[in-house]
């Protein structure tokens, strides 16, 4: 794959390459932003580092944790999955290996998964932006800026890394809150109200990044007020983090 420069013509600025565009998201996001309104909407490099990191992560997970304790720790976590289990013993032995093989697959088909996610949720950005506050992003850019916008996500699972390495005890280690970057992760889930513990767990200082990233790329591309992509953003985001706190008290 390659990242072809645009040929700038009189009085237009010259596309940035895809290694600026990365650099710029850290420095200075508007440039990025601006760039991929001008129609460079190349994401595939991001994409990579994405997957790249996230086979890492893969790797340090089954090596120091294990995936057999990491979907122990889960049922654990679970109170009525647990209790469950305990009536029925006969049953843990196949909800262990159902559990394991979707754990697996999820990290195994994670870069097919993260596609998945930006399709599905930049087509509801795209149609709020669009329909609600009169912009004229097109789906291909808004995907784009989400692609980069996740860019500060990567910090959470370099520093999960830092975490495992440092030699975390393998029995406390929780996949789906594995780095100090919210308020969660200093809570014990076993004693804190599984709604509070959702709660703290979404205030993590890499989400609202990209969450602050992604309003302003988005107004950016829609040719709209910073507020009103972020209003878009951090709205749907409310919605989202509602729902997993009821989903939480509905499984504990």
Request: aromatic share 12%; no cysteine; glycine share 10%.
């Amino acid at each position: 794959m390659s990242d072809p420069e645009v040929q700038p013509v009189a009085g237009q600025t010259p596309g940035l390459t895809q290694w600026q565009r990365l650099a710029n998201i850290f420095t200075a996001p508007s440039k990025t932003f601006a760039d991929i309104k001008r129609g460079n909407k190349s994401w595939w490099m991001p994409f990579i580092i994405f997957a790249l990191v996230g086979y890492i992560l893969f790797g340090v997970v089954a090596s120091r944790i294990g995936m057999q304790q990491v979907v122990e720790n889960q049922i654990h976590l679970n109170a009525k999955q647990e209790e469950n289990l305990t009536q029925h013993p006969e049953q843990r032995e196949m909800t262990m290996k159902i559990s394991l093989g979707i754990t697996e697959g999820i990290f195994i088909g994670n870069p097919l998964l993260v596609l998945a996610i930006l399709a599905v949720g930049s087509l509801g950005l795209w149609a709020t932006i669009n329909f609600l506050f009169g912009g004229k992003a097109t789906f291909g850019s808004i995907f784009t800026v989400w692609m980069y916008a996740g860019l500060p996500g990567l910090i959470k699972v370099l520093l999960g890394i830092v975490v495992i390495f440092a030699g975390v005890a393998p029995e406390s280690f929780n996949i789906k809150n594995y780095a100090p970057t919210n308020l969660g992760a200093f809570l014990n889930p076993l004693d804190t109200n599984a709604a509070l513990y959702s709660l703290a767990s979404s205030i993590d200082f890499t989400t609202i990044w990209t969450l602050v990233l992604l309003g302003m790329g988005t107004a950016i591309v829609a040719g709209v007020k910073r507020g009103s992509g972020y209003i878009a953003v951090f709205a749907w985001w409310a919605v989202f983090v509602l729902i997993g706190a009821g989903a939480a008290i509905a499984m504990s």
